[in-house]
């Protein structure tokens, strides 16, 4: 299990030094401070230098130098991830470009008021995903971490705009009550399926080679509530387009001694 904790690195003074930046001369010059950044980081990470260089060097079997080469890239493109997500949730002028697939998918649980869970990962942007699922006529929740800094927390949330609800993953598991209320009201709820919880259910898999454990949280509560399941993702293919996809939604039923119904 990754040791990640949701919070992203920087103080306060950076993120109002690129806010500043995208509120007056936009995103390429937010890119071109951005290359700089990304080389800090590129130099002095250096236990996330060794993770990423891993990944690359022994799951996707690069050569050791395009694996350095795609370590600074990784970094520069998150980081570009970054700026999109802050300018389009703050309102601010972004140029960016948009190509929905399967958002059909989408439009029918809201329209046929079936709810629906919405699953993605820690891949694309998140966030982003969220803002454009505002396309729809129904109310959107998002679950996720809330473990920036207060301060940053606080700046953040008083210059963007958001048009979804947000369920905060709390310790005493309050957020379950809100999750099972919004999927009881027939509404989206979107959530993270790659990352479990330390003593929670789990499902095992080969993935790039490796066993790999994913969480069973997601399809259980899919289906307590008997809501259709859709795969979704908004991925960045290049430098000012974003990708979203869907896929054809899945019901889910807890499999009976008959052996009828399908199991995650």
Not at 108 to 115: L, S, Y
Not at 128 to 141: H, I, S, W
Request: aromatic share 16%; with cysteine.
């Amino acid at each position: 299990m990754s040791s990640w904790k949701g919070k992203t690195r920087g103080g306060i003074i950076g993120y109002k030094i690129f806010v500043a930046l995208l509120k007056y001369p936009g995103i390429p010059v937010a890119y071109l401070l951005l290359r700089f950044v990304a080389l800090y980081f590129f130099l002095f990470s250096g236990r996330s230098f060794k993770t990423v260089f891993s990944f690359y060097r022994e799951r996707m079997s690069n050569g050791f130098f395009q694996s350095v080469i795609n370590i600074y890239r990784n970094y520069y493109v998150f980081g570009q991830v970054l700026i999109d997500r802050t300018a389009l949730l703050a309102g601010f002028r972004t140029g960016l470009g948009f190509t929905f697939e399967g958002e059909h998918y989408l439009k029918e649980m809201a329209d046929k008021k079936t709810g629906g869970l919405l699953i993605s990962a820690h891949i694309g942007n998140f966030e982003m995903a969220g803002q454009l699922l505002e396309r729809l006529d129904t109310r959107v929740n998002i679950v996720m971490v809330d473990a920036e800094h207060e301060k940053i927390r606080k700046y953040m949330s008083a210059i963007t705009r958001k048009t979804f609800h947000v369920i905060l993953i709390r310790e005493d598991s309050s957020h379950i009550f809100e999750i099972k209320h919004a999927l009881e009201n027939r509404e989206i709820v979107c959530i993270h399926g790659d990352r479990f919880i330390r003593g929670s259910k789990k499902v095992s898999c080969n993935f790039l080679g490796r066993e790999a454990y994913f969480p069973s949280g997601p399809f259980y509560l899919a289906m307590k509530y008997n809501v259709p399941v859709s795969f979704v993702f908004a991925m960045k293919d290049n430098t000012r387009h974003y990708h979203f996809y869907a896929t054809t939604p899945n019901t889910y039923h807890q499999q009976t001694s008959q052996g009828k119904g399908t199991k995650p």
